[in-house]
Nanobody, 127 residues
């Protein structure tokens, strides 16, 4: 049974940093992509970043470029999201997601492309 388990959320002041982790288990092959999405109250779920586990290809939302870094440790089947220079508008529930689909620029942030999801972890940034 595929399972994604997130950790590392919390509360921080604007300008601060947090690191999220997501451990995947239950895959016999892949996942080929692991991503972070977020959903703020009253808003749609949006893609934050994704990383290809084979070659390390990454895609980022424009809103987080230069501030967030996604990375992975294939030996641990774990993906990380290092978040720096956090802003109040980064406040959301952050979800880890995994995909064995073909992903590329323009579609990587479509939630339907991901077949497995974590339970979510809250990130709150205060001003």
């Amino acid at each position: 049974q595929v399972q994604l388990v997130e950790s590392g959320g919390g509360s921080v002041q604007a300008g601060g940093s947090l690191r999220l982790s997501c451990a995947a288990s239950g895959y016999t092959s892949g996942p080929y992509w692991m991503a972070w999405f977020r959903q703020a109250p009253g808003k749609e779920r949006e893609g934050v970043a994704t990383i290809g586990t084979a070659f390390g290809t990454t895609y980022y939302a424009d809103s987080v470029k230069g501030r967030f870094t996604i990375s992975r440790d294939n030996a641990k089947d774990t993906v990380y999201l290092q978040m720096t220079s956090l802003k109040p508008e980064d406040t959301a529930v952050y979800y880890c997601a995994a995909s064995n689909s073909l992903l590329y620029e323009g579609i990587w942030s479509v939630p339907g492309r991901y077949s497995a999801w974590g339970q979510g972890t809250q990130v709150t940034v205060s001003s």
